[in-house]
């Protein structure tokens, strides 16, 4: 509009405000006032309907493709990183350009056994062990924000190892996830007292993964990021989920935000341990778990089955350098 325009409209507004009568400019005053604070909440109040949806993609760093096919998902993800493994510093530092949020996915006993591979941690070690085997895995991958329990159904019922876990995490400034591998996990609330900032894993994606049992995940986590504001999703560089993911992101409804989980937690300055005033609480779902599931797909023999059955190889003892059906094989003597 020009200034002669505009000149003229202001003309024109003067000119019927003055025919207008006391009450009639005060009735017009207040609508003009209500609907420019409608004009500004409105924006405010869009983005408070938004639902957050965290998706993080565990167990990456052993296979090449798994971190690549990854990496050409759309975001932002939450990649979390084995420690010490052959790939993780590499494709860390490429998905950290690209946008992502790191974690160190570390690794922690279990109840069935299943070996740790590289940079576990196991209720046996000393309190300075513990620390410095976590630290340790934080110095192999770069960029780390935050860390999540590999397994752990052992150790995330261990409350002093927790408690030894969260100060390193303090001392870093790193957020925490309980993927919560046990109903007994003392993680979460080793993690509050510490005052780390903290969230549960709610749905993991691919127990099963077949596409309506993926699907099905993928619905129940968007459910609940609708209805309590935020979910947090857990999946695995398997080859389904990765088409599955890749086909579902980029067709998200327009009310699910995919959020960055440091944007989430580590928005504030990070907190000083001994902090007198508690973070506030935490979103905690109300989902009923009918079943804990440890889940290590390089480590559990069930899985090496399944793996087996779908590349019609070799069972190899050493099942965590077992790859994809299409790469080639990491030397075992370089992982353990
Ligand atoms: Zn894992």
């Known amino acids: 509009m020009s200034e002669a325009a505009l000149a003229t409209k202001g003309k024109q507004?003067?000119?019927?405000?003055?025919?207008?009568?006391?009450?009639?400019?005060r009735s017009w005053r207040w609508l003009s006032f209500f609907t420019a604070l409608a004009t500004t909440l409105m924006p405010l109040v869009s983005q408070a309907e938004n639902a957050?949806?965290?998706?993080?993609?565990?167990?990456?760093?052993?296979?090449?493709?798994g971190c690549r096919d990854v990496l050409a998902l759309p975001g932002p993800l939450n990649l979390a990183f084995l420690p010490h493994t052959p790939?993780?510093?590499q494709y860390a530092e490429k998905a950290h350009q690209s946008g992502h949020t790191i974690m160190l996915h570390l690794p922690m006993s279990n109840h069935s056994g299943a070996r740790l591979g590289p940079g576990g941690v196991n209720g046996r070690m000393s309190h300075d062990v513990l620390a410095q085997t976590m630290r340790d895995g934080l110095v192999s991958i770069p960029h780390v924000q935050g860390f999540n329990n590999h397994m752990g159904s052992r150790l995330t019922e261990n409350r002093p190892a927790m408690d030894t876990l969260m100060t390193v995490a303090a001392e870093q400034g790193l957020f925490f996830i309980d993927s919560r591998t046990t109903v007994k996990t003392t993680a979460q609330q080793a993690a509050r007292e510490a005052n780390i900032p903290n969230l549960r894993r709610h749905v993991f994606l691919d127990n099963d993964t077949r596409t309506e049992a993926l699907a099905r995940q993928f619905k129940q986590a968007v459910r609940l990021a609708r209805?309590?504001?935020l979910a947090v999703l857990i999946g695995h560089p398997y080859p389904e989920t990765l088409a599955f993911l890749h086909q579902q992101l980029p067709n998200l409804d327009s009310d699910i935000e995919l959020i960055r989980l440091d944007d989430e937690l580590l928005v504030a300055a990070p907190p000083v341990p001994s902090a007198p005033d508690p973070l506030p609480e935490p979103v905690v779902a109300e989902i009923q778990e009918p079943a804990v599931t440890e889940w290590c797909p390089w480590?559990?023999?069930d899985h090496d089955r399944d793996d087996q059955q779908r590349s019609g190889s070799v069972f190899q003892p050493d099942h965590a350098v077992l790859l994809w059906p299409w790469e080639?094989?990491?030397?075992?003597?370089?992982?353990?």
């Not at 507004?13 to 400019?25: A, F, N, T």
């Not at 957050?52 to 493709?65: F, W």
Request: with cysteine; proline share 2%; glycine share 6%.
């Open 13 to 25: 507004s003067e000119h019927l405000m003055k025919r207008l009568s006391d009450s009639q400019r």
């Open 52 to 65: 957050r949806l965290a998706v993080i993609i565990d167990d990456l760093g052993y296979h090449q493709r």
């Open 87 to 89: 790939f993780a510093a």
């Open 227 to 229: 209805k309590k504001g």
């Open 299 to 301: 480590c559990t023999p």
């Open 328 to 336: 080639s094989v990491v030397s075992g003597s370089y992982l353990y």
